[in-house]
């Protein structure tokens, strides 16, 4: 056998959060990847930098590589000794054609594994209320596939006996030919009046619902991809996916990746799809001379002054590669613009001494000027373009203010595929700010990809004053902005459900 293997991943249904623990480490180990459309486009910003990508999705009337193909480029990346991911909807052997990709590997001799994913069978009715099996409703459940023609002398599904059987069916690409086995399950058996959903992208924020009878299941307002549940159970509501408070929102984050997790976490928590568009990067200062002098005159400085959580990181971080140990700041004291920032700090293992109850740069400055004594020197560590508030307040009643650069923001060079698509087809409901740069590069990606025009239309959430100027300035509608009690994703994500209860 070569060196490398092959994965036949399961995606899950949809939601990415679905896939498994399993299923992302062989993701962020890939070096090879083949995705196709059911699998959220999330799960391929997981994947490294440098992978390979390779797109073999099906549509109806499309396909961008058949399935034969499939198979060969499977195999000719893994005997190359990759490792080699079919990152599949669903799970592979559930309908997903992964046991002719498995027979594929196995036939040339190459190592392979397959990690299951969660099955749209089952996981679609959970989030549309419809439990698969409930006592004393149904105690058996039956996977079937639509995609066959019904009206075939030898079709391998025997409809007239799965009208016979009971329990819960949960029919799989069945929207074409649902007219044609509906007939044939009544003919079995089945009445009329059996109640049916159809549950279109199931778990995802776009999920619809459409509920009727087996009788009228040709008339059910449904497209694919979709699972049709048939069965008593089918009429069940336990609702609690579409009623969250940002359930039907398509919402864009504009932060960082490495900061981005908590606001997406907590967006998505609230029924949110989330789209993911890095605006900023974070890089080392153009040197760090200035900052290592500072770190080695720490003593001479009574106070130690952030305004963000990246200056936190990038200076503490510096101190502790340098010195070896956080006490290595001594006694020095510490202030920080707001809650986030001091937690930042916390995590180090550090104090924080002055939180401002005003979680602005003006509202830092003003706090730290009651407090600071007469021939107290301040260190500043700071963006390479960051506001001037801070040190300009302390120089001008009087203080030796140092700062010092410590990280430089910088905008990447496009915008994810995925979220263009959505862009132009209208289908962003909500774009997020956090700060004046992710505003000015956002906009910067939106010109470059043409999609100016788009500012105005798309309401965005703000985190602050200074951050809804910048919007406004730059033609974006500004429809939320966190309370100047909290000026936190939290904060952020509390305007955003404020706003969107009251449209």
């Known amino acids: 056998m070569s060196g490398g293997k092959g994965y036949l991943v399961g995606a899950g249904p949809g939601d990415p959060g679905l896939i498994t623990v399993r299923g992302m480490e062989c993701l962020r180990g890939a070096e090879v990847v083949l995705y196709d459309d059911l699998s959220h486009p999330d799960l391929m910003e997981e994947v490294p930098a440098d992978c390979e990508r390779i797109y073999v999705g099906k549509r109806a009337g499309f396909k961008a590589k058949s399935q ?3 198979n060969d480029l499977l195999v000719d990346r893994v005997r190359n000794g990759k490792r080699a991911v079919r990152l599949k909807g669903g799970d592979p052997y559930v309908f997903g054609r992964g046991g002719e990709e498995a027979i594929a590997l196995m036939e040339a001799g190459l190592d392979f594994e397959v990690v299951p994913g969660v099955t749209s069978g089952f996981a679609a009715p959970a989030y549309a209320g419809i439990p698969v099996t409930h006592r004393g409703v149904s105690p058996q459940v039956t996977l079937v596939t639509g995609h066959e023609d019904p009206t075939k002398p030898n079709t391998q599904v025997d409809w007239e006996a799965l009208g016979k059987v009971g329990g819960t069916l949960v029919v799989y690409m069945g929207v074409g030919k649902r007219e044609q086995y509906a007939k044939r399950l009544m003919a079995g058996g089945l009445k009329a009046c059996t109640p049916a959903a159809a549950i279109q992208w199931g778990t995802r924020s776009e999920q619809r619902i459409a509920r009727g009878t087996l009788g009228a299941l040709h008339e059910l307002d449904t497209a694919n991809p979709a699972a049709i549940v048939i069965g008593d159970v089918a009429g069940m509501q336990l609702e609690w996916f579409s009623s969250r408070p940002l359930a039907g929102e398509t919402v864009v984050v504009t932060r960082t ?6 606001l997406v976490r907590l967006l998505r928590e609230s029924g949110a799809e989330v789209l993911e568009v890095p605006t900023i990067e974070i890089v080392d200062p153009a040197s760090w001379t200035e900052v290592d002098s500072a770190i080695d005159q720490i003593s001479e400085y009574a106070w130690l002054v952030f305004a963000s959580p990246n200056s936190v990181d990038r200076f503490l971080g510096r101190l502790v590669d340098r010195k070896g140990d956080i006490r290595a700041l001594g006694t020095i004291r510490i202030a920080a613009v707001g809650p986030a920032t001091a937690d930042r700090v916390a995590s180090f293992g550090v104090c924080v001494e002055r939180v401002p109850d005003d979680h602005r740069a003006e509202g830092l400055a003003e706090d730290l000027l009651g407090v600071l004594e007469a021939g107290e020197r301040v260190l500043y560590p700071r963006a390479e373009a960051g506001r001037d508030i801070v040190p300009d307040a302390l120089r001008d009643a009087g203080y030796d203010v140092r700062d010092c650069v410590v990280y430089r923001t ?17 289908k962003v409901t909500l774009t997020t700010f956090t700060s004046s740069s992710t505003v000015k590069h956002f906009a910067e990606l939106m010109d470059s990809a043409s999609l100016s025009d788009r500012n105005a239309k798309i309401p965005a959430a703000s985190i602050g004053p200074m951050t809804s100027e910048t919007a406004k300035a730059l033609g974006f509608t500004v ?14 994500v509390e305007a955003i459900r404020a706003y969107v209860n009251e449209k």
């Open 68 to 70: 034969e193909e499939t």
């Open 257 to 262: 990746r490495s900061q981005s997790s908590d």
């Open 479 to 492: 429809v939320a902005e966190a309370s100047p009690d909290d000026i936190s994703v939290s904060g952020l």
């Open 410 to 426: 910088v905008r990447p060079d496009s915008v994810p595929q995925a979220v263009l698509d959505r862009l132009r087809e209208d």
